[in-house]
């Protein structure tokens, strides 16, 4: 009933606009907790791939089993010193499958910048880098035009920076692989984040 519900309020508030802060943290606070395998927000998985160039199966969840795929955090109830807390907002998380390869496309918005800085212990678990790599991302995401991918020098994370509607600051994560390692191509990377960007407000 929550995906119903997300979905309704996409159609019913968005009409083609970009997503806001307080929109994304409704649909969050409407994630059941034990997950789910369909993504609350309109990505078109598919279609990206195919815009990316990539080939194979594509769609929601995970390439193997039935584990949950969609999980969400706002910073309500959280402890005071988390990253949602000390910056409102809303992270939605979901994995997508190519083929075998899993798949992770986080979006995140607060209401100050920087937005991105909820995800970088993801970046560096998914990337293989550690504080030296991960502030010259950051840097690098803050800087770039709405609907820009950037990628980690690993080449399979990408994060793009979204238009909101209203003030705060948004972005999309997309992680290949893990460690370092994904059978796409960094061109293919990078190509996937901008098309699914354009879906949501990139």
Do not use: W
């Amino acid at each position: 009933m929550a995906l119903v519900a997300a979905a309704v309020l996409l159609a019913g508030c968005r009409g083609g606009d970009a997503l806001s802060v307080d929109e994304l943290q409704e649909i969050a606070g409407g994630v059941d907790p034990e997950g789910g395998i369909e993504c609350p927000l309109p990505y078109d998985f598919a279609k990206a791939a195919t815009a990316a160039g990539v080939a194979g199966d594509a769609g929601p969840g995970h390439a193997r089993g039935v584990l949950p795929a969609i999980s969400a955090e706002t910073g309500e109830g959280a402890d005071r010193d988390a990253p949602l807390a000390r910056n409102p907002g809303a992270l939605v998380s979901c994995v997508f499958h190519i083929g075998q390869e899993d798949l992770e496309v986080h979006t995140v918005a607060t209401q100050k910048p920087q937005a991105l800085s909820v995800l970088l212990p993801v970046v560096s678990k998914a990337a293989g880098v550690g504080p030296e790599g991960l502030i010259p991302f950051s840097e690098e995401t803050a800087a770039a035009k709405a609907g820009t991918p950037v990628l980690a020098t690993s080449g399979n994370v990408a994060a793009v920076r979204l238009e909101l509607d209203g003030d705060g600051d948004a972005s999309l994560l997309l992680t290949a692989g893990d460690a370092g390692h994904s059978g796409l191509s960094r061109d293919q990377v990078e190509d996937l984040a901008r098309a699914l960007a354009g879906q949501i407000g990139g």
